[in-house]
C-alpha cells in the first residue's frame, strides 16, 4: 500500500494542501508547530477514521471554518479513492465515491500503523491503551471482528443498564448472559491468536533492531479460559457469570468479559513495564509495531504505510541507522522530524507556515 496524492481543506493548520507523494521514505521536517504531524495525521486518519491525537473531531477543523476535507489517492492492487469530510455535527466517508454506512467498513482498506513518543507508555499506561492496540491488530487482519466486538458491546450495555434497576429481572438476564458468549470467544481466539504470532515475530525484530538481550514473553490476560470447543467455553462462563450475579447486581456493572482483557510484555520473566528502562521500553514498544507490520505483510501480502511522528530524535546513531534499514522494507514510510536528517537516498518535504515545499 502507498499514498499516491493528497488533499486537504481547512484540516488543522492547513487552509489548502495538494501534493503527490512517493514511494520510499519519505521525511517531513520543519520548526515546532509547523503542522508536521498535522499531515501525518491527516493520512493516518482516513485509515482508521479517527485521529490518533484527539477523539474530538471538531479539533481537527481549521480556526473559523464549517468543515473540513482529507482526499487521498491510494494503491492497494489498483488505484482507490478515500475522502473524509468533517464538519461540527460529524463525518463522512467515502471510499471510491461509494459513501461508508460504518466506519468499520474502512478496517483493512487503507492500513497505516502509527507510532508516537506517546508510544513509550504503551506497556506502562492503562489496559483500555493496549486493548485499542489489539482492536486495531484485529480488525485489520479478520474481517468479521470489529462486528463480533460491536455487538458485544452492544449486549453489554444493555446488561450493565439491566444491572442498575431496582428489581433485577432474572429472564432477560440469562438472555443477556447469553447473547455475550460467542461473541466473547471469537473476539479471544483472535486476540489470542494474534499475541501468540506477535510474540514469535517481536522477538526477532528485538534482535534485529536493538542489543537487547534475552526472551520476550508476551501473556495475554483474560477473564476466561479459552476451550477448543465453543460448548465447553460457553459452559465455563455461564457458571462464571452465575457467580458473579450478586457481585454484579451490588456493582451495578458487569465484573468480567473481554472489555476488561489485557496484555503484559515480559523480558527473561520480568515485566518491561516495570523492569525495564524508559529507553528499553521505547524501543520494545517500536519494536512491537514494526512485529505487527511484519504480520500484515505476511497475513495480506501487503506492506501497510508506516508512520512515525518525531522517533528518530530519541534514537541514538545506531539505532536510527538500524532503524532505517528496516524501513527501508516498506513501500512507504513517513517520518516527521524537527531537522533535514542527513539519511540517504530519502524524500524531503518541508513544513513553512502550513505550506507543503519538496526539497528534493
Known amino acids: ?104 467498513e474502512l478496517n483493512g482498506l487503507f492500513i497505516t500503523i502509527t507510532f508516537t513518543p506517546e508510544d513509550v507508555l504503551l506497556f506502562k499506561d492503562s489496559p483500555s491503551v493496549r486493548r485499542k492496540f489489539l482492536n486495531i491488530a484485529c480488525s485489520n487482519l479478520y474481517r468479521g471482528y470489529i462486528k463480533q466486538l460491536s455487538d458485544y458491546k452492544n449486549v453489554l450495555k444493555q446488561r450493565n443498564a439491566l444491572l442498575k434497576d431496582e428489581i433485577i429481572d432474572e429472564r432477560l438476564l440469562e438472555i443477556f448472559n447469553d447473547g455475550m458468549i460467542d461473541n466473547q470467544y471469537q473476539i479471544i481466539s483472535c486476540r489470542y491468536q494474534i499475541l501468540k504470532r506477535l510474540e514469535e515475530k ?31 467455553f460457553r459452559k465455563n462462563v455461564l457458571d462464571i457469570y452465575n457467580q458473579d450475579k450478586e457481585q454484579d447486581i451490588k456493582r451495578k456493572a458487569t465484573s468480567r468479559g473481554v472489555h476488561h482483557d489485557d496484555f503484559t510484555v515480559y523480558l527473561d520473566s520480568k515485566e518491561v513495564a516495570d523492569f525495564a528502562s524508559q529507553g528499553q521500553n521505547r524501543l520494545i514498544a517500536l519494536c512491537l509495531k514494526l512485529s505487527y507490520g511484519e504480520l500484515i505483510k505476511e497475513q495480506i501480502n501487503e506492506n501497510p504505510v508506516i508512520i512515525l511522528d518525531d522517533v528518530l530524535s530519541e534514537l541514538d546513531n545506531q539505532h536510527q541507522k538500524k532503524l532505517i534499514d528496516i524501513l527501508t522494507e516498506y513501500e512507504q514510510v513517513f517520518i516527521t522530524s524537527a531537522e533535514d536528517e542527513n539519511i540517504e537516498g530519502i524524500n524531503k518535504y518541508q513544513i513553512i507556515d502550513g505550506t507543503v515545499l519538496r526539497r528534493n
Open 1 to 104: 500500500m502507498r499514498v499516491n496524492h493528497l488533499n486537504l481543506i481547512n484540516f488543522r493548520n492547513y487552509q489548502k494542501v495538494n501534493i503527490d507523494i512517493d514511494n520510499g521514505i519519505n521525511l517531513i521536517y520543519g520548526d515546532n508547530a509547523s503542522g508536521k504531524t498535522n499531515l501525518v495525521e491527516a493520512i493516518s486518519f482516513v485509515s482508521l477514521g479517527k485521529s490518533f491525537r484527539t477523539n474530538d473531531d471538531s479539533k481537527l477543523i481549521m480556526h473559523q471554518n464549517e468543515n473540513a476535507r482529507i482526499e487521498l489517492e491510494y494503491f492497494s492492487k489498483k488505484k482507490n479513492y478515500l475522502d473524509v469530510i468533517l464538519t461540527k455535527e460529524g463525518k463522512t466517508v467515502y471510499h471510491n465515491d461509494i459513501k461508508l454506512e460504518r466506519l468499520s
Open 202 to 232: 517481536l522477538n526477532l525484530m528485538v534482535k534485529k533492531f536493538t542489543n537487547i538481550n534475552g526472551m520476550i514473553k508476551v501473556k495475554y490476560q483474560c477473564d476466561f479460559d479459552l476451550y477448543d470447543s465453543i460448548a465447553d
